[in-house]
């Protein structure tokens, strides 16, 4: 069964940093491009970051660029994303996706999903 799982989240002040980890089971990542997004509430998901399956092509929302990182260990299966100077604006649920594709921002171009992980920038 394809499964993918994230972890990482929690409560952090403004400023302050977290790291984002989507580990895959059941299935290996080496193929697949691998996209964040995001849902606050009240709000529609949006896309945060994704990465080629190489690692090699990033695309980041302008509302992250500069603060996000995206980055892939695929011998351990796993896609992270590090982000940094966190804004209380970037409280939300944050979710990872993967497709076989080349995956991009949008949500329609992935296939799998992951549970979500909370995120809350807050003093």
């Known amino acids: 069964q394809l499964q993918l799982v994230e972890s990482g989240g929690g409560l952090v002040q403004p400023g302050g940093s977290l790291r984002l980890s989507c580990a895959a089971s059941?299935?290996?990542?080496?193929?697949?491009?691998i996209g964040w997004f995001r849902q606050a509430p009240g709000k529609e998901r949006e896309g945060v970051s994704c990465s080629s399956s190489s690692g090699g092509s990033t695309n980041y929302a302008d509302s992250v660029k500069g603060r996000f990182t995206i980055f892939r260990d695929n011998a351990k299966n796993t896609v992270y994303l590090q982000m940094n100077s966190l804004k209380p604006e970037d409280t939300a649920v944050y979710y990872c996706a993967a497709t076989l594709d080349r995956g991009g921002l949008r949500e329609d171009e992935y296939d799998y999903w992951g549970q979500g992980t909370q995120v809350t920038v807050s003093s």
């Open positions: 059941g299935f290996t990542l080496d193929y697949y491009a």
